[in-house]
């Protein structure tokens, strides 16, 4: 069982920056795939990006391309969402989430996920 623990969530004005980290609890982190989705009020959870187990290949939403960057720290068991020139309407609920040794295209997909964390909130004010 992994458990993932995401934070640095908050508010910010439009324009504006976050990072999100995300924990996991395994002593295999670099095995695993992971992966940022969010889910905004009234709406489906969706894919935001996702760097692969081994190599460090990144994927990204196409609305969130030059925006946001994935990474990870396999020494720390981390993933990190830094997210620039934020606007309202990434407002939402953002999720990490663990797949061990996914690739594409299933790293896209939600239930190929084993493993979810409880999500942060971010809201970016107008």
């Known amino acids: 069982q992994v458990q993932l623990v995401e934070s640095g969530g908050g508010l910010v004005q439009t324009g504006g920056s976050l990072r999100l980290s995300c924990a996991a609890s395994?002593?295999?982190?670099?095995?695993?795939?992971m992966a940022w989705f969010r889910q905004a009020p009234g709406k489906e959870r969706e894919f935001v990006a996702a760097?692969?187990?081994?190599?460090?290949?990144?994927h990204y939403a196409d609305s969130m391309k030059g925006r946001f960057t994935i990474s990870r720290d396999d020494a720390k068991n981390t993933v990190y969402l830094q997210m620039n020139s934020l606007k309202p309407e990434d407002t939402a609920v953002y999720y990490c989430?663990?797949?061990?040794?996914?690739?594409?295209?299933?790293?896209?997909?939600?239930?190929?996920?084993?493993?979810w964390g409880q999500g942060t909130q971010v809201t970016v004010s107008s």
């Open positions: 989430a663990a797949a061990r040794y996914v690739v594409w295209p299933a790293i896209l997909v939600q239930d190929t996920y084993e493993y």
């Open positions: 395994t002593r295999t982190f670099s095995t695993y795939s």
């Open positions: 760097i692969w187990w081994s190599g460090g290949t990144t």
